[in-house]
């Protein structure tokens, strides 16, 4: 409504209120065996594209040839975009007979002017296998060096810590078991105790029919205490805190706060790396117990339902079902889970390059590999230790 | 509604009945919580010119450009740009709008995922209906016509130096051939030599291309070389909207402090002689004479 009348008022103000473009378009007329050429309308991207008609008009360019005689006084607006395309047309030369007037040959002389330099778009080769798995193995090599490197200097790391434990970066490691260990109490505490429940219905209908049912508190203890319960904290922190750890130390490279750490002297192994894996280490055994707990409440709960096991029999047959070792086993795996997850997740942070396609990659990579680790170091420590606590 | 509104003694200057505006701000209040940024703002820009936009740290200059390409609503009052309110536009309006003008970013914004090629292609690209050989062909043009050349081409953002992320972020800027052009702290952070450069290219543009340019700078010596009218922010709203010589004119503490300091000094000798039919109108962009550059401009050759 008021918009309208607003645009009218304004006319004489603003000569060109979002005029519309006028079309592009070629007219040919022949006299006496010559052909002349009049280009009309406005030949600039914006134009070309709105009528979808470049190729075409390129096409059009093309059968007219550079011969003929060419009249852009009825052209409206010229850009480079629409002087290329007759440049092209022409044979990178102006025409003989050519009608144009000042700002128009201006703008030919700047297309004229353009050196290549034998720039060509190359495509970088994306999916050539042999390519593909000479990068891979190469990155692999690079990145494992470069993990070396890094446990090193987090020994290195730790002594200096040890040697002057009132200098050491305490503030860090308090906030990141906050923000790793305590705020990561609801997710874990959900999964554990909804995987709890799951395992326990699907062990019950099985035990039930060999009169087994008194085993549901074996299979519980030990599955949950032995490895699911180190193993889904594990996953959930490594999904949960690795993206997080990479991200930041990430964005730090993107916005050079990297740098400046070092150049003021702060070690990135000391301050950023061993802090994390600290709290990693002290939050992920704690994680663990309460994921085993409440795992444990889980099982107990649906035992109750199907099984009509008690709480307090469940309760009292656990320290006969599950000998200790393997609750020790469980902590310490949370340990060294912790350590990994913590380590990967840093290694990706500081392989990002400053640029957003990197970020995105880095912690995706963080993510899948810190998952992976923590199911192979679970592999290992169940062939190491398959003495102790069975 | 005219220019005699805004500013109100233009003694001898500008005809105004011959400018036409092309962007019109009106009683603009900006406020981000209880911070005034904007209050009672008014300012009017016409086609050709260069207007410069000065004041003094966090006197909002940034905000204002932010404001008037649409990336902050204002709190109230109203900004047209070529006559339309963007508050009322559609949605195919305002990109037809959008391809009109062209913003270069403080600090370049360039796309950190794609090469100095791409970067200007996009806009181009994102037309969807030109054929690719002749988008990069344009594209190389204008990475040419900043002053880089197809070496640079395949660089990425994170391997250019300041003064390129400038010239990269200018070329995609101008890619659709905008008849608007923002420029925000265009020489901020460059060597004197870069921005000298600079400046000499963005006259040669807007001798070619006819643009019309509105540039926040701080640069005091870019100011003078290339502003046909130079607006002070100060207390909330545009102070004056004038050229130089008139604005030194003016007794208020920014000003003097700004313009008649020693480094103000310094740079207003650059201004060449006044002529006695008072400056140069800003109506005729094509004109050389309306440039103040009597070394005579080269196109940018780094």
Redesign the interface.
């Known amino acids: 409504m008021p918009a309208r009348g607003l645009e009218s008022r304004l006319a004489h103000h603003f000569p060109h209120p979002l005029e519309s473009l006028s079309t592009p378009a070629i007219e040919v007329t022949r006299a006496d065996g010559a052909a002349t050429a009049h280009l009309r309308g406005d030949w600039t991207a914006l134009a070309l594209s709105d009528c979808h008609r470049a190729r075409a008009l390129r096409h059009e360019l093309h059968t007219v040839g550079a011969d003929a005689q060419w009249s852009l006084a009825g052209l409206g607006r010229l850009d480079h975009v629409g002087a290329q395309l007759m440049w092209q047309a022409w044979g990178s030369k102006l025409p003989e007979r050519l009608e144009a007037n000042e700002a128009q040959r201006r703008v030919f002389g700047r297309v004229a002017g353009l050196r290549r330099e034998n720039w060509k778009k190359h495509m970088v080769d994306r999916f050539n296998p042999v390519t593909l798995l000479g990068a891979s193995i190469l990155s692999m090599l690079a990145q494992l060096a470069n993990g070396v490197t890094m446990l090193g200097q987090l020994a290195f790391d730790l002594l200096r810590f040890a040697r002057a434990p009132q200098r050491g970066p305490w503030r860090e490691i308090s906030a990141n078991i906050y923000s790793i260990g305590y705020k990561a109490l609801g997710i874990t505490a959900l999964v554990g105790f909804l995987i709890g429940i799951v395992l326990s219905y699907l062990s019950a209908n099985q035990l039930r029919i060999f009169g087994a049912s008194i085993f549901i508190v074996n299979i519980l203890g030990m599955a949950v205490i032995r490895e699911l319960g180190p193993v889904l904290a594990a996953i959930l922190i490594a999904g949960r805190s690795g993206s997080a750890i990479t991200a930041q130390i990430g964005v730090m490279r993107v916005t050079e706060e990297l740098d400046a750490m070092r150049v003021m002297g702060i070690s990135h192994g000391f301050r950023l790396i061993m802090p994390r894996v600290i709290a990693l280490a002290v939050a992920m055994p704690l994680l663990v117990a309460w994921t085993d707990v409440m795992a444990l409440s889980g099982g107990m709960l649906a035992a109750h339902f199907q099984l009509n096991i008690s709480a307090a029999f469940f309760l009292r047959a656990l320290p006969d079902a599950v000998p200790v070792a393997n609750l020790w086993l469980g902590l310490g795996k949370g340990v060294v889970f912790g350590m990994l997850i913590a380590l990967t997740a840093c290694h990706f942070g500081l392989r990002i390059q400053p640029n957003t396609r990197s970020l995105g990659e880095g912690t995706t990579a963080s993510v899948v590999t810190s998952i992976t680790v923590v199911i192979v170091a679970d592999a290992i420590f169940a062939i190491l230790f398959k003495d102790v606590g069975i | ?1 005219n220019a005699a509104a805004i500013a109100p003694s233009a003694p001898g200057g500008v005809q105004p009945d011959q400018r ?3 962007i019109e701000v009106r009683h603009l209040v900006k406020r981000f919580g209880e911070a005034v940024v904007h209050d009672d703002l008014n300012l009017d820009v016409y086609r050709g010119e260069v207007l410069s936009i000065v004041g003094g740290s966090g006197s909002g200059k940034t905000v204002l450009l932010r404001q008037i390409v649409g990336l902050e609503r204002p709190t109230s009052g109203t900004i ?1 740009v ?4 963007l508050k ?1 536009l559609g949605a195919a ?1 305002l990109q ?2 959008r ?1 009109r003008w062209g913003l270069q970013f403080q600090r370049g914004a360039l ?3 794609l090469s100095v ?1 791409d970067n200007i292609a996009l806009p ?1 690209r994102e ?6 050989d ?5 594209s ?3 990475l ?2 900043v002053g880089l ?3 640079d ?2 660089k ?3 391997d250019l130096s300041g003064g390129m992320i400038k010239r990269v972020a200018l070329a995609r800027a101008l ?3 905008p008849e608007l052009v923002f420029l925000d702290e265009p020489t901020a952070g460059l060597d004197p030599m870069a921005s000298d450069d600079y400046v000499a290219l963005i006259r040669e543009l807007r001798r ?1 291309l006819g643009l019309t340019v509105v540039m926040v700078t701080h640069d005091l010596d870019t100011l003078v070389a290339l502003s046909d009218r130079v607006a002070v922010l100060a207390d909330h709203k545009v102070l004056a909207a004038r050229p130089i010589r008139e604005l030194v004119r003016i007794d208020h503490p920014f000003i003097r402090e700004y313009f008649l300091g020693e480094r103000g000094q310094r740079a207003m000798q650059a201004l060449p002689p006044a002529p006695a039919a008072g400056p140069a109108s800003p109506a005729h962009p ?1 004109s050389p004479a309306d440039a103040p550059d009597p070394a005579g401009p080269q196109p940018g050759e780094a």
């Open positions: 509604m036409t505006t092309v047209r070529f006559g339309e309110d009322t309006a037809a709008l391809n796309f950190s995922a090629i181009l037309l969807r209906t030109l054929p690719d002749l988008i990069c062909q344009a190389l043009l204008k040419q016509l050349s197809a070496r081409a395949d990425m953002p994170s890619a659709l051939e070619e094509a």
